[in-house]
């Protein structure tokens, strides 16, 4: 019988990776293909190409999952469609009052970004309930047509639909939204209480209008992407990863593709969990280091950080997403002097196209790759197992220029680079641990992504981490991490009470009947009835508290709920008060279609280090540590299993490269992880 596959790919902005599982061995198989912005699908079939070059066949990949930063490139470069917008007369302009906070309360010359809907199309019609449900004004059909003819005249691509309290009544909103697909046919429609039915106005109507902005091009992504899988014979549905980690199916993305915001980044969080906690990692911190950004997140005791509520680009997103940090530190970083003469790297960059002035594509601007090339902590003839030709000459050439400009060396001008990308990649990792009041020194930094591990071992010395985990290939992390995530969404309904015996009979109530739309849901993806599980949630607070605390758990049992209650509030605020009064805010179900692939360990590798070792080369390994040095180079593909190395050394692969610092030592575990650690003389 013929072997199944399963891939999962990640579109980067400067890289888009695959990464293929043989589901008869396990064995793991990986894959990179620049990225191609104008459409990353077309990158994405480069890859497929190369998949079945290599003697994939396509009939038999049973599972292609994708994560990508398509919907947060559109919102940071402002490329959605022109989106309408309807809401309750009274209302126009909650997106422009926003909570009425400065980003910086002293930085007067920094503004909010302008709503994604411009005010002449914030129409207002008439209709009103209370929050108890009660109808205070009908709601006015012929208004609704009339903003209709309004919208189709000013050639909208999108409409979203906003009514006050719809979160928990929603009768109004779905039959404006039935008049409106009528009168705008094959337009869009975005109503609040499908997209985030949760109270607080200004989060629910910024992510139904920021879901409405992406619909249209997203929708058009998703068609090119299926069609090209199918084109080239993969007969599997292709799915997605949205934010929380999970998958779901590409008519889910076409509808709410607010929900794909950090859908790589979710899927590198996801397999780097498992990978660190099948380590003996519970608690970690992952760093993924790409051309473009630097993304961290949190791992305590094996689980990824979670978060209600995040800016994208400026605008809030409130749904479940992987509570991810990202900074403008990648690779393709450029470095730049500013008006007082200081040295900068980012945020911005190179990106795929024109990139590093080291890959010759036409970059002019020297980047972070490039100090890394002068410095030969990269290889200086190619990348990508020599797929990639590099010019090291001209990387010194454009960070000389530099130099000159701030009167330093070629030297000092590629270390300052480096070291300043490092403080700002360590500045990250504090922001989400040490300032959380995580101790660091029982936490292991997992690098993956194209440059995380050639910077890994000096921002943990930068941080205060004493492990360092670079996971097999670890430029397509994301891609496994696509492979290791399961088909969720979540569902909720607000319901704001103080707890007692009739407001938990509600809450029973709305938990049996989002139980039943969550099964449907399961159903309609695909899943098999012993594939099907529910995680119930009641996000809670104390009466007088402005936010709530999330509670998983036996909901079903009140005296249970208010005990769990109780420890989760002690974790987050560090108290509890037993008589004081709790409030309900939201119920939630998780609904998870388990069908993500087992993490296998693989057969252990045989061979030895000096079979391993294909030479030397000098290094700069920073000034601090002594500037050049002679480093031994090695192959991590014949890296034995149980193999421990000293640094200075460089240890390169198809998809990254791994840099040991004098006083390093790295050895590879069972998993085929480096596990760096620093000799306790030098911790």
């Known amino acids: ?40 699908s077309e990158a994405i079939e480069n890859g497929l190409n190369q998949v079945i070059a290599a003697g994939f066949d396509p009939a038999y990949v049973a599972h292609l999952g994708h994560g990508t930063t398509v919907a947060t490139n559109m919102i940071i470069e402002r490329k959605g469609t022109l989106t309408g917008l309807i809401t309750t007369k009274g209302f126009r302009d909650v997106l ?36 108890d449900g009660e109808e205070l004004t009908p709601l006015d059909e012929v208004g609704v047509r009339q903003t209709a003819a309004q919208l189709r005249k000013a050639g909208v691509g999108a409409v979203a639909v906003c009514f006050v309290h719809a979160y928990r009544h929603d009768a109004h909103e779905r039959r404006a939204g039935e008049i409106l697909r009528e009168e705008l046919p094959g337009v869009p429609i975005s109503l609040s209480c499908d997209v985030q039915p949760e109270f607080r106005e200004f989060e629910r109507f ?98 990824g950080a979670y978060t209600p509520l995040r800016d994208v680009a400026g605008y809030p997103v409130r749904c479940p997403m992987v509570d ?4 403008g530190a990648g690779g393709g970083s450029i470095a730049w002097v500013d008006d007082a003469g200081a040295l900068k790297a980012g945020p911005h960059s190179a990106g795929a196209l024109p990139g590093p002035v080291g890959y010759m594509r036409g970059g002019t601007e020297p980047t972070i790759t490039d100090a ?38 070629p030297d000092e001008a590629a270390d300052g680079i480096i070291r300043i990308a490092v403080a700002n990649m360590a500045r990250a990792i504090r922001s989400i641990s040490i300032e959380r009041g995580c101790d660091v020194k029982e936490f292991a930094l997992v690098a993956f992504g194209g440059a995380g591990p050639l910077h890994a071992a000096f921002v943990a010395e930068e941080v205060g981490i004493p492990a360092v ?66 995680v119930r949630v009641i996000e809670a607070r104390y009466v007088g508290q402005n936010f709530e605390v999330r509670v998983e758990g036996d909901i079903m049992n009140r005296a249970a709920f208010i005990g769990a209650f109780y420890q989760v509030n002690e974790e987050v605020y560090g108290y509890h008060v037993e008589d ?23 057969p ?50 198809l998809t990254a490269t791994t840099v040991l610092p004098k006083g390093w030592t790295a050895s590879i575990d069972a998993w085929r992880n480096i596990i760096l650690t620093r000799k306790a003389s030098e911790a």
């Open 206 to 303: 910024s992510t139904t209008v920021m879901n409405a902005y992406l619909t249209p091009r997203m929708a058009g992504y998703l068609d090119r992407l299926m069609n090209c899988s199918a084109s080239l014979g993969v007969r599997a549905s292709p799915h997605t990863v949205h934010s929380n980690g999970g998958l779901m199916s590409m008519e889910t993305a076409k509808a709410y593709p607010v929900r794909t915001c950090l859908s790589g980044p979710a899927a590198g969080v996801v397999g780097a969990a498992q990978v660190a906690s099948a380590a003996g990692f519970r608690n970690a911190v992952t760093f993924d280091v790409g051309g473009t950004s630097t993304d961290v997140s949190l791992i305590l005791n094996g689980r």
């Open 604 to 653: 252990p590798r045989p061979g030895s280090c000096e079979e391993a070792r294909i030479g030397t080369r000098n290094v700069h390994m920073g000034a601090e540590a002594g500037g050049w040095a002679e480093a031994s180079v090695y192959d991590r593909e014949k890296l034995p299993s149980g193999a421990t190395i000293a640094g200075p050394a460089v240890v390169e692969e």
């Open 469 to 534: 985990l670079v996971p097999e290939a670890p430029g397509t992390m994301c891609a496994r991490g696509v492979l290791l995530s399961n088909i969720s969404r979540s569902f909720v309904r607000s319901h704001v009470a103080p707890l007692d015996d009739a407001s938990w009979r509600d809450i029973l109530e709305q938990t049996r009947a989002m139980t039943a739309e969550a099964e449907a849901w399961l159903i309609g993806e695909g899943v098999e009835r012993p594939l099907r599980a529910y």
């Open 372 to 409: 890394n090339l002068h410095m030969g902590r990269l290889n200086p003839v190619a990348l990508l197992g020599g797929a990639m030709p590099v010019d090291r000459a001209a990387a010194t050439r454009s960070v000389t220029q530099i130099a000159t400009r701030i009167g330093a060396s």
């Open 96 to 131: 422009e009052i926003a909570r009425q906070q400065r980003p910086h309360l002293y930085d007067y010359s920094i503004h909010r970004p302008t709503p994604l809907v411009e005010r002449w199309l914030r129409l207002e019609v008439e209709e009103r309930f209370t929050a």
């Open 1 to 40: 019988m013929q072997a199944q596959y399963r891939i999962g790919v990640d579109v980067g902005g400067t890289f888009t990776d695959l990464s293929v599982i043989d589901e008869a061995t396990g064995e793991l198989y990986h894959f990179k293909t620049p990225s191609t912005p104008h459409d990353p």
């Open 580 to 602: 004081r009064e709790i409030e309900i805010v939201n119920v939630r179900i998780e609904a998870i279609g388990q069908t993500a692939a087992s993490l296998e360990q693989p």
């Open 324 to 327: 991810v940090h990202v900074i």
